[in-house]
């Protein structure tokens, strides 16, 4: 395709239970980032990968969350034991290696926690 | 401290009207800026790129002062369709986001 696409688009969950959700970069892109937006608020970093390097989990807010990035091309993130606060919506956004080329956003899963 | 901070307005004013947001920057090595619009319950999508010796884009100009760390966004000519929030972004090593400059355009 032709920009970063996301799934699902939204997902209502059961407080407790697992989700995952699913970012597909631009083709030939070597970062991927995944961000966290509350209602209203600003982007809150949650992990990056770059190339074969180690991703940055810099951002993780917990240990129920965590990333995986297959082949250099999807990632999936997972929220464990879902809880109300996780509610948000999850943008994921992918970029060229070069850093002065911009970050591409996907529309985003919104997460309802009920 | 944040690696990029903006105020977070509300910025009101009419159309027509010329507006300015400034954000600051802490890390002195970053490498590239760029300003983002986010429309209401929408993704972040580029604006604009800013370069050292600044540059404009119809009604949009932006400015980088390295020594100061700080950039800045100037629109003229307001138009109702310019409503969104504006995000700050600087990358050293990786993409760091500002929280977001609310404008709303009034008629």
Known sequence: GAGVSQSPSNK????GKDVELRCDPISGHTALYW???????GL???IYFQGNSAPDKSG???DRFSAERTGGSVSTLTIQRTQQED??????A????????????????????? | RKEVEQDPGPFNVPEGATVAFNCTYSNSASQSFFWYRQDCRKEPKLLMSVYSSGNEDGRFTAQLNRASQYISL?????????SATYLCVVNFNKFYFG??????VKP
Do not use: H, M, W
């Open chain 2, 74 to 82: 100037l629109i003229r000519d307001s138009k109702l369709s310019d």
């Open chain 2, 99 to 104: 929280s977001g400059t609310k404008l709303n």
């Open chain 1, 35 to 41: 961000y966290r937006q509350s209602l209203g608020q």
């Open chain 1, 60 to 62: 993780l807010p917990s």
């Open chain 1, 12 to 15: 209502v969950t059961e407080k």
């Open chain 1, 94 to 114: 992918s970029s060229l290696e070069r850093r002065d080329t911009e970050a591409f956003f996907g529309q985003g899963t919104r997460l309802t926690v009920v």
């Open chain 1, 87 to 92: 509610s948000a919506v999850y943008l994921c």
């Open chain 1, 44 to 46: 809150e970093f949650l």
